[in-house]
T-cell receptor, first 113, second 114 residues
Framework: GAGVSQSPRYKVTKRGQDVALRCDPISGHVSLYWYRQALGQGPEFLTYFNYEAQQDKSGLPNDRFSAERPEGSISTLTIQRTEQRDSAMYRC???????????FGPGTRLTVL | KQEVTQIPAALSVPEGENLVLNCSFT??????LQWFRQDPGKGLTSLLL?????REQTSGRLNASLDKSSGRSTLYIAASQPGDSATYLC?????????????FGSGTRLSIRP
């Protein structure tokens, strides 16, 4: 079956622009997670959802970052007024339930010029 | 707050050797631990998930052990091959916050020399 997919795979934007990153989880997976990964580091938790409910957003760096999962499937991570420090790999993962094995997508490489 | 440390940060060994990667965590009240593999420019692949009630988990040439009380896990790779070259990450739940917030180590970058 299909794994977790993310789009776009690469995004280059100018400082100050808004970007929207999309995650399509494995079908039937209740839980969906967003992470950010800097070069040479492990992924850093941003937020997660069970169905459409955002259960924890403690990892979002500031109020320019937001995420939604309106129908309990596809999720969008939005970064408003991007800054150069937002440049990173953004990864999405999904799992059957909140304590199950997490499966990751290929990531979106965001570059803010 | 849960902290995860992986030692060594990088490792280079000749093909065929058996090797051990180490992961330590500060809060032992975890319900599971997961090992991942990351290839350059690619996503993370789940290798093994060990539940807190288990002491080890095996998949092919990989064996992961978990010692909750000491806050340690090891990933043993037998008969290493060049295709095993990748970064290996371990991850555990941040038990002080939500059950699903997992904390990653920085990884061990493994290189297997032919």
């Amino acid at each position: 079956g299909a794994g977790v997919s993310q789009s776009p795979r690469y995004k280059v934007t100018k400082r100050g622009q808004d970007v929207a990153l999309r995650c399509d989880p494995i079908s039937g997976h209740v839980s969906l997670y967003w992470y950010r990964q800097a070069l040479g580091q492990g992924p850093e938790f941003l937020t997660y959802f069970n169905y459409e409910a955002q259960q924890d957003k403690s990892g979002l760096p500031n109020d320019r970052f937001s995420a939604e999962r309106p129908e309990g499937s596809i999720s969008t991570l939005t970064i408003q007024r991007t800054e150069q420090r937002d440049s990173a790999m953004y990864r999405c993962a999904s799992s059957l339930g909140s304590m199950n094995e997490q499966f990751f997508g290929p990531g979106t490489r965001l570059t803010v010029l | 707050k849960q902290e995860v440390t992986q030692i060594p940060a990088a490792l280079s060994v000749p093909e065929g050797e058996n090797l051990v990667l180490n992961c330590s965590f500060t809060d032992s009240a975890i319900y599971n631990l997961q090992w991942f593999r990351q290839d350059p420019g690619k996503g993370l692949t789940s290798l093994l998930l060990i539940q807190s009630s288990q002491r080890e988990q095996t998949s092919g040439r990989l064996n992961a052990s978990l010692d909750k009380s000491s806050g340690r896990s090891t990933l043993y790779i037998a008969a290493s091959q060049p295709g095993d070259s990748a970064t290996y990450l371990c991850a555990v739940p941040d038990v002080d916050s939500s059950a699903s917030k997992i904390i990653f180590g920085s990884g061990t970058r493994l290189s297997i020399r032919p």
